[in-house]
């Protein structure tokens, strides 16, 4: 049951697997796992196993010390604050990276990185709303806007993105763009938006659900009682006349 669950790392992340599986499998060519570690999706499950139609897959990772270096055959070394080598320049047909920019200092240059890797796809998750982690750094967070923004920034067209709506949880952003957008139209009917569908109140944006504003919801409660019981006066009076 989700209210068992761990709301600031296993949720958010459950949800994010699901909403890569939607999509994972209309992806073919060389694709690879951004700073993937083990490529461990917490659920028992390999990444590169949500890429059904892949004809590679590729890890890479930075310092061994950092959640990095593995050992695997075909494992890339890559600092992601440094130039990218030149034989890696859109390499890939898909890059995948999952929660990691936040813990890049240099994070722009990190994000142009991640782009320049692609030859058109780049899925990537990253947090707005989650507590501090990792004894390694952690310096960002993210708006569904700011994405979108350095995306284009980058060459790229966000085609697709989302947010979880769980109460009381940390909140991730998936999103995928494209370097070719309109190859993807017709699998990827989406529009920009920051409001959260569960969302009520005056201000129905991304997390409003993970931090509720009790006033607010009390308040609108309250109104609607008044509201209800105003309506059921005016019933009576009518009819007493």
Known sequence: MKFFIDRIYRLPR??????????????QGDIVNVSGWKDFDKEGRYYKEYFLNADSYTITNYKA??????????????????KLPAKLDQRFNVVFNHTT???????????TNVCNLSKDIVIIVLPFLQQYHG????????????????FEENGFKTIYQSFNSHKMSSVYIFTIASRNPEKWRAYFKWSFTYKDPKGRGAEPYIGCNAIPNTFI????????????AINKLKIFLKKIR
């Open 217 to 228: 919801n009390f308040y609108s409660l309250f109104k609607g009682l008044i509201m209800l």
């Open 135 to 150: 004894d390694y750094g952690d310096y960002w967070r993210f708006t569904p806007l700011v994405i979108k923004k350095m």
């Open 65 to 82: 010390e950092v959640k990095g270096l593995q050992g695997y055959k075909n494992e890339i070394f890559l600092d992601l604050e440094q």
């Open 101 to 111: 920019l936040e813990h890049v200092y240099d994070m722009k240059t990190a994000f």
């Open 14 to 27: 459950v949800w994010s697997n699901q909403e890569l599986e939607k999509y994972a499998y209309l992806f």
